[in-house]
């Protein structure tokens, strides 16, 4: 919601402070799968993580290019229009680069560290405390803080990634969801993934542009949006990912 709130309401810098607890949360619950129930199953842990990210981000691509190929003089649209690479199709969206999706940098990101994480980096205590080192120095020397530069990088996710990361290695556990708050999480990555494009709708039909009109405006359809592709692609899809599980196990 604070991602929400930052790129259509105020602009302020809360959604970095949510981007950096999305790394941390990641760090960590990749760690767990790949010491746990997917280690040195690099291919089922792939063929699970594609699963669950990418149908709901085409569905969000599609509908942007439709919106885009429908309203090119938008200011979103002019810059963006001529420019869908397979890269983009792919989730690997250079922060720079005019996207389709303006959130899915963050997914480029998200990709690289997971790859990192089922290639070992982080497979024990000792590794994981070295890369943890190592993202801690360049921080430091290349100030590579929230407020920074920096901060679109797949190098300012390291030290994130590496701390939750080591907190799984330290024995942190975190409390299971459960009731709203388990429907509160299933909805966050298609609320990230949506609410740009919700936005840019909203903006266009009310002629408003960026500011807190805009955010209250645009939150109702963005959260109906995030709870249908819950309800209509996330749910059938987790039943097939547990039946992959479970066909994996036997």
Same mark, same amino acid.
């Not at 929400?4 to 970095?16: A, C, D, P």
């Not at 995030?226 to 547990?242: F, G, M, T």
């Given at each position: ?5 930052? !790129?259509? &309401?105020?602009? !302020?810098?809360? &959604?970095? /402070? ?5 790394? #941390? +949360?990641?760090?960590?619950?990749? *760690? ?18 594609? @699963? ?6 085409? @569905? @969000?691509?599609?509908? %942007? ?8 003089? *938008? ?33 480029? /990101? ?7 994480? %089922? ?17 801690? @120095?360049?921080? /430091? ?29 330290? &024995? +942190?556990? +975190? ?26 709708? /909203? ?7 960026? &500011? ?13 949006? %995030?709870?249908? #592709?819950?309800?209509?692609? $996330? ?10 599980? $479970? %066909?994996?196990?036997?």
């Amino acid at each position: 919601m604070v991602v929400v709130q930052t !790129h259509l &309401g105020s602009g !302020h810098y809360g &959604g970095r /402070v949510a981007v950096i607890g999305f790394y #941390l +949360l990641s760090g960590y619950l990749m *760690t767990l799968l790949c010491c746990g129930p997917y280690c040195g199953r690099f291919q089922a842990f792939w063929t699970n993580r594609l @699963i669950r990210v990418f149908p709901t981000y085409w @569905i @969000i691509y599609l509908a %942007s290019v439709l919106w885009l190929w429908r309203f090119p003089a *938008t200011p979103w649209g002019a810059e963006v229009m001529g420019n869908y690479g397979w890269w983009q199709i792919l989730g690997i969206v250079p922060v720079h680069f005019p996207q389709v999706n303006p959130s899915a940098w963050a997914l480029s /990101v998200e990709l690289f560290w997971w790859l990192a994480i %089922s290639l070992g980096i982080a497979a024990t205590a000792w590794r994981t405390g070295l890369w943890l080192m190592a993202s801690t @120095i360049f921080v /430091v020397v290349f100030g590579a803080w929230p407020l920074s530069d920096w901060y679109t990088t797949i190098w300012f996710g390291s030290f994130w990634f590496a701390l939750g990361a080591f907190g799984y290695h330290a &024995g +942190l556990k +975190l409390p299971r969801d459960e009731g709203w708050a388990m429907l509160a999480g299933a909805m966050s990555y298609p609320l990230f993934l949506c609410h740009m494009l919700v936005g840019a709708i /909203v903006g266009h039909y009310l002629e408003i542009g960026r &500011g807190w009109p805009l955010f209250f405006a645009a939150l109702p359809f963005t959260l109906a949006l %995030s709870l249908a #592709l819950v309800l209509w692609v $996330e749910r059938p899809i987790n039943r097939y990912r547990k039946q992959f599980r $479970e %066909s994996q196990e036997t």
